[in-house]
C-alpha cells in the first residue's frame, strides 16, 4: 500500500498545534506497519535548513491558474521517513509561522500557497506524474490540502484515491469566488455540490464533498460534526456521507513524553514510584514562583487561550478556585484578553498563580509532571492531546465531554476504570464543581494513587490507531 501523506507542517520542525504532530507519528507508526508512506509538505525555511543536501526529484509544471511551477526535493528523517519538500520560495521562505507573519494576519495569498501544496499532491497522485512511486492513496489533513481531492476529480489523469482528515472543522480555507480561477479549477466546480460554501470558496469543504473517504480525529468527534450544533454549517453534507466518515482517536509519541525518561522534568519516575512526582511539582512551583506547598493540589493548563478551549470558564471562577485552595499554573497565548485576564489573576495572587505567555516545550512537560491535576473545559476538541499526555504523566485531567476527551478521559465515579473529571455543560458552575470533586479525591491519597494509575496504564501509542488507518486504506483501495 502506497500512500502520499499531505499536511501544511510536521513537528519537530514546523508546528503550530497538533497537526504537526500527527505529521510526524503517524506516518511513522504507518511505515511500522508495513505501508509504504511519504510524506508532502512546504519546503519552509527550518526543513531545507534541516535538510540542506535535499535532492530534487521532480518539477511539476503547467498547474493552472496562477499556480507557478515548482520543485520536489527528497529528504529523509533519522528514521528514514521520506519527506517530499513543496519548493517554491517565494511562497514558503517566509518569517511567521506557516499561516501567518509576524505581526499575526494571514498571508493574503494562502488560497495560492496551500492550493499549490493541494495540486502539487493531484499531481503526484495522476497519471502525468514523473515520479516512479505513484500513491493509491493521497491522504490530506485539514484545509489547507483539501484541495488535493477536488483537483483529482476535476483535473484529468487521476489515478489515487484520497482521504481527508478533519483536525478541527472550524477552521475551513474560506476564499473569495475570483480566487477559483485562480487556482486553476473549472468554472464548474462553482456549485453547492463543487467548492462553493455559502458564497465563498472553501477549500475544506471542497475536500468533504470530493474525497474518497472521511476521517476525524477521535470516534466521538465523528458524531459530533454531523449535528447542527458542531457542524460549522457543514452537517448536511457530512451527515450525506455519514457511510464515508470514520472517527479514529489520535495517540501520543511515547518515547517524547514518558516521565520515566522525560529529560525536560526535574525527576523522572514510574508508576511504580509515583512518590517521585513530589520533587516535580516543587521544582515547577519554584520555576514558577509559587510558594512551596505540599498541603495545596497544583492545577496545570497548557493550551491555547481561546474561547473553543473553554478557558474563560476557569477565569470566571479562578476567585473561588484559589479559595478552596489550591494553586493553577498556566502555559499558552492566544486571545488577548485571555492573556490580559490570566496576566491580572496572576498578578493579584502571585502566590498562587502563575502564567506564562507564549510556548515553551521544556516548561510544558514539566507542567505535566509537576502539577497534580489538569484542565482541559474546551467547548469542542476534536481529539486533544494535553489530556492524555496527563494520563501518562499520572496528572488526572478534568475535562468537558467532548470529542476526544469524551474518548479518552473516564470518570472517577468509576473506580475501577476512572482516570479524571468530565462535567457535561460549558459554565462555570459544572466547571467548579468537577474541581471540587478533584480536589476532594486529591485529598484522599490511596483513591488518587488509583486515579492516577489507571490513567498511566491506558494504550495511548500510535500503533493501534496506524492498524485503523492500514485497515482503511485496503478498505479504500478495495472499494
Known amino acids: 500500500m502506497k500512500i502520499l501523506f499531505v499536511a501544511s507542517e510536521i513537528a519537530p520542525w514546523v508546528k503550530t498545534g497538533g497537526l504537526g504532530d500527527v505529521a510526524a507519528a503517524l506516518p511513522a507508526a504507518l511505515r511500522a506497519e508495513g505501508v509504504d508512506v511519504r510524506v508532502l509538505v512546504p519546503?519552509?525555511?527550518?526543513?531545507?535548513?534541516?535538510?540542506?543536501?535535499?535532492?530534487?526529484?521532480?518539477?511539476?509544471?503547467?498547474?493552472?491558474?496562477?499556480?507557478?511551477?515548482?520543485?520536489?526535493?527528497?529528504?529523509?528523517?533519522?528514521?528514514?521517513?521520506?519527506?517530499?519538500?513543496?519548493?517554491?520560495?517565494?511562497?514558503?521562505?517566509?518569517?511567521?509561522?506557516?499561516?501567518?507573519?509576524?505581526?499575526?494576519?494571514?498571508?493574503?495569498?494562502?488560497?495560492?500557497?496551500?492550493?499549490?501544496?493541494?495540486?502539487?499532491?493531484?499531481?503526484?497522485?495522476?497519471?502525468?506524474?514523473?515520479?516512479?512511486?505513484?500513491?493509491?492513496?493521497?491522504?490530506c489533513n485539514d484545509w489547507q490540502t483539501g484541495l488535493a481531492p477536488v483537483y483529482l476529480r476535476y483535473l484529468p489523469g487521476a489515478v489515487a484515491k484520497s482521504v481527508v482528515t478533519v483536525h478541527n472543522l472550524a477552521f475551513q480555507g474560506r476564499f473569495a469566488r475570483s480566487t477559483l480561477a485562480e487556482l486553476g479549477l473549472p468554472a464548474h466546480a462553482w456549485h453547492v455540490n463543487g467548492v462553493e460554501s455559502y458564497g465563498y470558496l472553501s477549500f475544506l469543504k471542497g475536500a468533504l464533498k470530493h474525497c474518497d473517504w472521511i476521517t476525524t480525529v477521535s470516534p466521538s468527534y465523528a458524531r459530533e460534526i454531523q449535528t447542527d450544533v458542531e457542524g460549522m454549517g457543514l452537517a448536511g453534507l457530512l451527515r450525506q456521507r455519514t457511510g464515508e466518515l470514520t472517527g479514529i482517536l489520535n495517540g501520543i509519541d511515547l518515547d517524547a513524553w514518558n516521565p520515566a525518561t522525560d529529560p525536560f522534568i526535574a525527576r523522572n519516575y514510574d508508576a511504580a514510584h509515583l512518590a517521585a512526582k513530589a520533587a516535580d511539582k516543587a521544582a515547577l512551583q519554584l520555576e514558577m514562583g509559587l510558594e512551596d506547598r505540599t498541603d495545596l493540589p497544583l492545577l496545570g493548563i497548557v493550551g491555547r487561550l481561546t474561547h473553543q478551549k473553554g478557558l474563560d470558564l476557569v477565569t470566571e471562577i479562578a476567585e473561588s478556585l484559589l479559595a478552596f485552595p489550591a494553586q493553577i499554573v498556566v502555559l499558552g497565548s492566544g486571545e488577548k484578553t485571555f492573556e490580559v485576564a490570566y496576566r491580572e489573576l496572576a498578578q493579584r495572587l502571585p502566590d498562587q498563580c502563575a502564567v506564562r505567555i507564549g510556548f515553551d516545550e521544556g516548561l510544558a512537560h514539566r507542567?505535566?509532571?509537576?502539577?497534580?491535576?489538569?484542565?482541559?473545559?474546551?467547548?469542542?476538541?476534536?481529539?486533544?492531546?494535553?489530556?492524555?499526555?496527563?494520563?501518562?504523566?499520572?496528572?488526572?485531567?478534568?475535562?468537558?465531554?467532548?470529542?476526544?476527551?469524551?474518548?479518552?478521559?473516564?470518570?472517577?465515579?468509576?473506580?475501577?476504570?476512572?482516570?479524571?473529571?468530565?462535567?457535561?455543560?460549558?459554565?462555570?458552575?459544572?466547571?467548579?464543581?468537577?474541581i471540587q470533586r478533584a480536589v476532594d479525591a486529591w485529598h484522599e491519597p490511596k483513591r488518587w494513587r488509583r486515579l492516577q494509575k489507571n490513567g498511566m496504564a491506558c494504550n495511548l501509542g500510535w500503533t493501534g490507531p496506524a492498524r485503523q488507518y492500514a485497515e482503511l486504506y485496503e478498505q479504500i483501495v478495495d472499494a
Open 43 to 139: 519546503a519552509y525555511p527550518a526543513l531545507k535548513q534541516a535538510f540542506p543536501d535535499a535532492c530534487e526529484i521532480a518539477r511539476p509544471h503547467w498547474l493552472g491558474g496562477q499556480l507557478p511551477n515548482c520543485g520536489i526535493r527528497e529528504a529523509h528523517t533519522d528514521d528514514g521517513l521520506p519527506l517530499w519538500l513543496v519548493d517554491f520560495p517565494p511562497f514558503y521562505d517566509r518569517a511567521g509561522n506557516p499561516y501567518s507573519g509576524p505581526q499575526g494576519l494571514d498571508w493574503p495569498d494562502n488560497h495560492l500557497r496551500f492550493g499549490l501544496l493541494s495540486r502539487v499532491a493531484a499531481w503526484i497522485g495522476s497519471d502525468v506524474s514523473t515520479l516512479d512511486w505513484h500513491p493509491d492513496i493521497v491522504h
Open 367 to 434: 507542567i505535566e509532571a509537576g502539577a497534580d491535576m489538569f484542565l482541559m473545559p474546551s467547548r469542542f476538541e476534536p481529539c486533544g492531546l494535553n489530556q492524555m499526555y496527563s494520563l501518562r504523566y499520572g496528572t488526572p485531567p478534568i475535562v468537558r465531554a467532548t470529542g476526544g476527551l469524551a474518548d479518552t478521559v473516564t470518570d472517577a465515579i468509576d473506580e475501577k476504570i476512572g482516570n479524571g473529571f468530565v462535567f457535561a455543560a460549558a459554565n462555570p458552575a459544572a466547571l467548579l464543581a468537577a
